[in-house]
């Protein structure tokens, strides 16, 4: 039988246990910075996670539908959270799209000043960074892109905007080229959120 990558035992004999363990916890210190910062404010994590989605994607994404893929939650739990926000006033709803049911979301003057108040809540991960070498962070953004691509075309991660899997995207040579760009991409180019893409069929 496959032994646990929880197992502390295996972990010491196989790194990739270590790095999916060492994962978790990074995403445990995320978590927990970001409720450290909802509890500040009195607002909850996805509240905080729809304002700072809202404050830099396009108009296209900030509705209910679009919420619920891109934090994996249903659509029930992206709209309580949008009620409170509009109740606090700090969004605005826009019902002026054909599907009378459907509107989307923009930040109000005051969603825009708590953006600014909440958008540095994962600065001290950020900052562990600044001490690694650009070659290590390279290496290391590599290999966290690949993974992301992975997991998405695995299902796991439902919404990815990623040059791997953009219509634009083509190989060149052993680089990567943008049709849309029309440039060459470094490794450290290759976007994990563009605004310019668009799914390959
Ligand atoms: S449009 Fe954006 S996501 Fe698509 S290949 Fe170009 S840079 Fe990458």
Redesign the pocket.
């Known amino acids: 039988m496959k032994k646990s990558i929880f197992d502390t035992k295996q972990q010491q004999q196989d790194v990739s246990s270590k790095i999916v363990a060492g994962l978790e916890r990074i995403s445990q210190a995320f978590k927990v910075l970001l409720w450290e910062k909802a509890k500040s404010l009195g607002l909850s994590p996805i509240q905080i996670q729809i304002l700072i989605f809202v404050a830099y994607h396009k108009t296209g994404y900030n509705n209910v539908s679009f919420l619920a893929k891109e934090f994996n939650v249903t659509k029930p739990t992206i709209s309580d959270a949008i009620k409170v926000l509009e109740r606090k006033g700090l969004i605005t709803k826009d019902h002026s799209s054909e599907d009378s049911r459907s509107y989307s979301i923009f930040l109000s003057d005051k969603g825009k000043q708590m953006v600014a108040q909440t958008e540095d809540f994962a600065n001290p991960l950020a900052s562990q960074l600044e001490s690694v070498s650009n070659g290590e962070k390279e290496t290391l953004f590599k290999t966290l892109g690949n993974l992301i691509y992975q997991l998405n075309q695995q299902g796991i991660l439902t919404v990815q905007?990623?040059?791997?899997?953009?219509?634009?995207?083509?190989k060149d040579g052993t680089g990567?080229?943008?049709?849309?760009?029309e440039r060459k991409?470094r490794h450290s180019?290759?976007?994990l959120d563009?605004?310019?893409?668009?799914e390959k069929a």
């Open positions: 905007r990623t040059c791997f899997a953009c219509k634009f995207y083509t990567h080229y943008c049709r849309l760009l991409l180019d290759i976007r563009c605004d310019e893409f668009q």
